[in-house]
Antibody, heavy 122, light 110 residues
Framework: QVQLQESGPGLVKPSQTLSLTCTVS??????????WSWIRQPAGKGLEWIGRIYTSGSPNYNPSLKSRVTMSVDTSKNEFSLKLSSVTAADTAVYYC??????????????WGQGTLVTVSS | QTVVTQEPSFSVSPGGTVTLTCGLNSGSVSTTYYPSWYQQTPGQAPRTLIY???TRSSGVPDRFSGSILGNKAALTITGAQADDESDYYC??????????FGGGTKLTVL
């Protein structure tokens, strides 16, 4: 059973780049039925989709974040990563990674990582 | 800009039935948007409830069901229990590789 685990610094200074990694276990990140997503959630607010990446092909990003987001995949390590540049306090949130699974003509987000809190502060 | 709409809050009595909806600021939700539903309790990651319109994820009780009602996706809880008190989110695929989450519905059971 596929499991996801986020890792990365919990504190980032304003204007710097937030970097997170999601390690996939229990399955291959190269599975043809899967793509890989980042979602975030500021405290007390809703979920915001950040982007999605396949192991091949171009990633897709939330238009509101596109100018600052870069996602990548490392198939040798079975992990994928998020970089968000020029962060401000508004980027403080719990960041989740999730698989976008495709089966029987449908897509959904499952499983999810447990989430990691990233605080932007000097 | 596509906005996915959900009721900010809803209240249901124990044992009652409640239907939460997931719509679009313009247009109708259909299966081509691949609506799915997630439950989140405080401090926890979201849990998958429903996908493929009305397929329950593993371990989800059958009191949860999904549908397309009119121009919206819907999540119905029949026989609500106290531990259903949670935040509920839908997500839609809006094309060009883009997904949009609704703002979430805070469900109170009392």
């Amino acid at each position: 059973q596929v499991q996801l685990q986020e890792s990365g610094p919990g504190l980032v200074k304003p204007s710097q780049t937030l970097s997170l990694t999601c390690t996939v276990s229990g399955g291959s990140i190269s599975s043809g039925s899967s793509s890989w997503s980042w979602i975030r959630q500021p405290a007390g607010k809703g979920l915001e989709w950040i982007g999605r990446i396949y192991t091949s092909g171009s990633p897709n990003y939330n238009p509101s974040l596109k100018s600052r987001v870069t996602m990548s995949v490392d198939t040798s390590k079975n992990e994928f990563s998020l970089k968000l540049s020029s962060v401000t306090a508004a980027d403080t949130a719990v960041y989740y990674c999730a698989r976008v699974f495709y089966s029987s003509g449908w897509y959904w987000f499952d499983p999810w990582g447990q989430g990691t809190l990233v605080t932007v502060s000097s | 800009q596509t906005v996915v709409t959900q009721e900010p809050s809803f209240s249901v009595s124990p044992g009652g039935t409640v239907t939460l909806t997931c719509g679009l600021n313009s247009g109708s939700v259909s299966t081509t948007y691949y609506p799915s539903w997630y439950q989140q309790t405080p401090g926890q990651a979201p849990r998958t409830l429903i996908y493929s319109t009305n397929t329950r994820s593993s371990g989800v009780p059958d009191r949860f069901s999904g549908s397309i009602l009119g121009n919206k996706a819907a999540l119905t809880i029949t026989g609500a229990q106290a531990d259903d008190e949670s935040d509920y989110y839908c997500v839609l695929y809006v094309g060009s590789g883009i997904w949009v989450f609704g703002g979430g519905t805070k469900l109170t059971v009392l």
